[in-house]
């Protein structure tokens, strides 16, 4: 019983380590196709958030579309099809 607990607990581990990988590939993907101006208003947003102000509205709406763009990129398979375009507009 105790063997399959430690098999069990290492692929629970290995399934985290995968996870969390192809979440940092997917910010990636995204944050590469960003215009200056967009990183620049996501920039401004992770100050707010760190200074504890609220965020104006285009670092607002910024923030709001790099979070579905990332919901979307992670939600779906990947097909190997890259779009194109910004993930901002």
């Given at each position: ?6 098999r069990l607990a290492k692929l629970e ?10 979440t940092d590939a997917a910010v990636a ?61």
């Open positions: 019983m105790k063997s399959l607990i430690r581990k290995s399934l985290q380590r995968k996870d969390s990988a192809a993907r995204v944050l590469q196709r960003l215009a200056d101006h967009e990183l620049d208003l996501l920039i401004g947003a992770a100050r707010a958030y760190e200074q504890g102000r609220e965020l104006n509205e285009a670092e607002l709406a910024a923030a709001q579309a790099f979070a579905d763009a990332l919901g979307a990129r992670t939600a779906r398979p990947q097909s190997g099809v890259t779009g194109t375009g910004s993930v901002l507009k």
